[in-house]
């Protein structure tokens, strides 16, 4: 039976009289692979940053690994790794220099730092300065520095952003790799439906802070009589117009 890795409990959070996430309950499970989708303002960002603990809940918990987010949030995060937004780093420091900061943090030395560069194609502009990268580089030393502490849960808010085809492909063949063979579980925030369709086998589709859907991709999508998820989406949305 495979390992439960993160448990959101009926997680919301209130601004005032604005409900931004309501009642969310999501499961993962090692080596699943986790589209969650929604338009922009649909709350994606903000449960996301309550799963990293960047957001104090106005209810509910947080698990990763059997580890409460508010009350064992050092242990918690050891096991989860992100990206979140656009990736920030020294511009003026190399890639290397960059990753070599954070691998620090965790006692991690520069064999650690060259593998996760090499594991996401940058290793020949490791030592080019962040300025210098592309959209695509930069989004990519990102993706490095989330596996830099080898966690078991990794969440990318729109990996593929910047790349061309030939990085997007690259992006998708590791993160499929990694959940196959090192059952390392994936949240991905993306609008990007057809890339989550190829590489994710489970997804969850929020709208104003309310889950609408959730569950295996392919059985959504059968259950309901469609094939494209972009199709299931968009009819999902468009059934909820006061959700």
Do not use: W
């Not at 303002?41 to 996301?48: D, F, H, P, R, Y």
């Not at 209810?59 to 918690?76: C, D, F, H, P």
């Not at 992100?82 to 890639?95: C, I, K, L, R, T």
């Not at 990753?99 to 593998?115: E, I, P, Q, S, T």
Request: net charge neutral; hydrophobic share 40%.
């Amino acid at each position: 039976m495979k390992t439960k890795v993160l448990q959101t409990h009926n997680l919301c959070k209130k601004i005032k009289n604005q409900v931004l996430v309501d009642n969310v309950n999501l499961s993962l499970y090692e080596g699943d692979i986790l589209g969650f989708l929604g338009p922009n303002g649909a709350g994606k960002s903000t449960t996301i940053k309550m799963i990293l603990g960047l957001v104090k809940p106005t209810s509910g918990e947080v698990e990763i690994l059997n580890y409460n987010i508010s009350t064992q949030r050092e242990s918690a995060l050891m096991s989860i790794g992100a990206m979140v937004e656009y990736p920030s780093f020294y511009p003026n420091m190399s890639g290397f220099e960059n990753l070599k900061l954070y691998a620090g943090l965790y006692n991690l030395n520069d064999n650690r730092v060259n593998a996760v560069l090499d594991l996401v194609n940058l290793k020949k502009d490791s030592n080019k300065k962040f300025e210098k990268y592309s959209m695509g580089m930069k989004q990519r030393l990102g993706i490095a520095r989330a596996f830099l502490h080898s966690p078991r849960i990794v969440i990318l808010d729109e990996p593929t952003n910047g790349l061309d085809p030939e990085g997007v492909i690259e992006i998708r063949n590791l993160i499929i790799e990694l959940a196959q063979k090192q059952n390392i579980t994936f949240l991905i925030s993306s609008h990007i439906l057809g890339e989550i369709q190829t590489i994710c086998n489970k997804v969850a589709i929020i709208k104003s802070g309310s889950i609408l859907a959730q569950g295996e991709t392919e059985t959504l999508l059968k259950d309901n009589g469609y094939e494209k998820l972009e199709d299931y989406y968009l009819s999902i949305v468009k059934e909820n117009p006061n959700v």
